[in-house]
Structures are given as C-alpha cells and as structure tokens.
C-alpha cells in the first residue's frame, strides 16, 4: 500500500531563517506531487504540484520554492522566512490524473 | 477568486441530529471530491463523485452533485461525535486542477 511521510511536524523559525520541508512517498511509482498551504481551519491553497522529477509548477508566486530531486522526494524550501509564510503545510500525491489527493499529516510552521 | 463556497462555516449539534452541508459554485467541475480533516492531521478522502445528480451513500453520510455539476451537498444522518472535523469540498477541473472549498467546521457535542 501507498504511504506518505512528512517532517518535521512543527516547526519554530525566526524570520529571515531558512526552510527546508521535506515528503516522501512510498509504494508507488512516478506520483504527482503537491504542495499546499492552509490558513487556521480554513480551505487549502495549492503552491506547488510536480509530474516528473525536475517538473515543477507554481501556481502563487512567494518567498517559497519547491524541487523534485527523486522520483517519490519533494521538498519545499525558502531562503528568508516571512512572517506571513506561517502555516499548515501539507504535502500530498495523487495518480496521473490528479484527480484524487493523499495527504500527509502536515508540518505546523510558526515564523516569530 | 474563491471558486467553491462552503456553508454554513461553522456548525455545533447535539449528538443524534442531522445535518447538511453545502458546497456552491458558478463554475462547472468534472467531479467533486470530499475530504474529511481531524485539527493536525491531513484531509482524508470521503467520496468522489463524477455524475450530475449523482447520490453516494458511505454509512450514515449521503453525498450528492448537482445536476449541473456545479454544487454538491454532504448529509449526515444521527450525527456521531467521531464525526467532528473540517469537512472541506473539492472540484476538479481536469488533470491536476483541483480546488478546494472554505470549509466547514463541524463539532458534535455528545
């Protein structure tokens, strides 16, 4: 069965510190991936989806990247933290088509 | 632009009731997922629907898309405290074009 992992679960940042989340995907081959930000108890915004390793699309431009090393790897990063950058940031895969999400548990970032 | 609105936002019942909850749209979407979410956790795939005026029943829970494929409403019949969560609406507009609703939290007091 299809699993996906995400670290670290909360996270503590000054501003102006770097960010590196990091989600892995175990038992399936060549997934979509995805990035999405979601604001206290509210809706998901899509940052960053990806098809192929070194295939990456941004649908809000940011203070945020997001790369592809390996098949089942995505990452998301930043140079400078925001405060606004702050956030449930979770991490997901679907099939081919994109049309049905598996979600990882999330990373709660904090940036004081 | 928010493309899917959920109502209410928020909803508090006694144990026993029944509920609905809404998802609208102007736009029309190839289906229409959804998601449960528990607070630290991820959102976990309910149902999916594709057809207009398609009904899914999963137990206690009745799904349903419009007949125009643009909203969508969740019943939950003798709600249960384990249903307590964010429920949130997605639509699908093709490959890898899937947004999501505003929400709606619910919480059931026992």
């Known amino acids: 069965s299809q699993t996906i992992h995400q670290w670290p679960a909360t996270l503590v940042q000054p501003v102006g510190s770097p960010l590196s989340l990091e989600c892995t995907v175990e038992?399936?081959?060549?997934?979509?991936l995805y990035w999405y930000r979601q604001a206290a108890g509210r809706g998901l915004q899509l940052l960053f989806y990806?098809?192929?390793?070194?295939?990456i699309s941004s649908e809000v431009p940011q203070n945020l990247s997001a790369s592809r090393p390996q098949d089942r790897q995505f990452i998301l990063s930043s140079k400078k933290l925001l405060l606004s950058d702050s956030g449930f940031y979770l991490c997901?895969?679907?099939?081919?088509?994109?049309?049905?999400?598996?979600f990882g548990s999330g990373t709660q970032l904090s940036v004081l | 632009t928010q493309l899917l609105e959920q109502s209410p936002q928020f909803l508090s019942i006694q144990e026993g009731e029944n509920l609905t909850v809404y998802c609208n749209s102007s736009?029309?979407?190839?289906?229409l997922q959804w998601y449960r979410q528990e607070p630290g956790e991820g959102p976990v795939l309910l149902v999916t629907v594709v057809t207009g005026g398609e009904v899914k029943k999963l137990k206690r829970l009745t799904f349903q898309f419009g007949d125009a494929r643009k909203d969508s409403s969740l019943h939950i019949t003798a709600a249960q405290t384990g249903d307590t969560g964010l429920y949130l609406c997605?639509?699908?507009?093709?490959?890898?074009?899937?947004?999501f609703g505003t929400g709606t939290r619910l919480t059931v007091i026992p």
């Open positions: 736009s029309v979407f190839s289906s």
């Open positions: 997605a639509g699908g507009l093709g490959a890898n074009n899937l947004f």
């Open positions: 997901a895969w679907s099939g081919y088509r994109g049309e049905k999400l598996f």
């Open positions: 990806s098809v192929g390793i070194g295939q």
């Open positions: 038992g399936t081959s060549n997934p979509n």
